[in-house]
């Protein structure tokens, strides 16, 4: 089993930055993707960004790509989302994921079928 707790979130205005954090324990952290997702007030979740296992590739959502940047730090066991100029339509519990690499087939870092560990979340509010 592998466990993720993300933290780093909090009240910012807008045009400020944070960085979320994820650290995973229990299992090799170096052998799965992970992925962000956040969940809207009143919405539904949605992808936000993917690191595959090896750090080579890194995927964004088009509403964050300029903006936001992930890593990861396999030695910490942990994997970073540095989001930049943040607006308020960024407010959301943000979630971190974890999941195996090939994905099953049919899906892909994008979907959150793919990822087979899920963190509770920490909340992100951004204030106009």
């Known amino acids: 089993q592998l466990h993720l707790m993300e933290s780093g979130g909090g009240l910012v205005q807008t045009g400020d930055s944070l960085t979320l954090s994820c650290e995973a324990s229990?299992?090799?952290?170096?052998?799965?993707?992970a992925g962000w997702f956040r969940q809207p007030p009143g919405k539904g979740r949605e992808f936000v960004s993917a690191i595959s296992w090896s750090g080579g590739n890194t995927y964004y959502a088009p509403s964050v790509r300029t903006r936001f940047t992930i890593s990861r730090d396999d030695a910490k066991n942990t994997v970073y989302l540095i989001m930049d100029n943040l607006q308020p339509d960024d407010t959301a519990i943000y979630y971190c994921?974890?999941?195996?690499?090939?994905?099953?087939?049919?899906?892909?870092?994008?979907?959150?079928?793919?990822?087979?560990?899920w963190g509770q979340g920490t909340q992100v509010s951004v204030s106009s």
């Open positions: 994921a974890a999941g195996q690499q090939p994905t099953p087939i049919g899906l892909n870092l994008l979907n959150e079928e793919a990822y087979d560990y």
């Open positions: 229990g299992r090799t952290f170096s052998n799965y993707a």
